[in-house]
């Protein structure tokens, strides 16, 4: 068990180090707490997956598929299907989307942000509806 999730985080640092220019763009906007002071991970192993972006407090995981994703959906599905049942949200964005318009894309991960979890409840977890930061 030790040795797959060592693997898992060592598949975790080398996608990090090869970032597509669609995940350094918004990994810029998510980084250092930018979007409301809410931390972001950025290549983050979770169960049997590493997660593009992950803000663990809000269970929200943000992915960004490159056109290899349309020939892949089922398996996407099915991967989306399992984040879930390990309690997160998952939005997706094609690579295009992030590069072409990122306020668009960032005014959708902060609208998921202030819309939490259906199967959370705000009181008693030390969540709080937040609020935009400067650029949001």
Known sequence: MELARQKLRDRARQL?????DAEAKLWA??????ISGVKFRRQHPIGPYVADFCCVEHRLIIEIDGGQ????MQSDQRRTAILKLHGFRVLRFW???VL?????VLEQIYQALNNPHPSL???G???KKITPSKGI
């Open 69 to 72: 994703h349309a020939e892949q």
């Open 16 to 20: 990090r180090n090869e970032q597509t």
């Open 29 to 34: 906007r998510l980084r250092a707490r930018q």
């Open 121 to 123: 409840s705000l009181k």
């Open 95 to 97: 690579n295009n989307e």
């Open 100 to 104: 072409a318009n990122i306020d668009a």
């Open 125 to 127: 977890r030390g969540l």
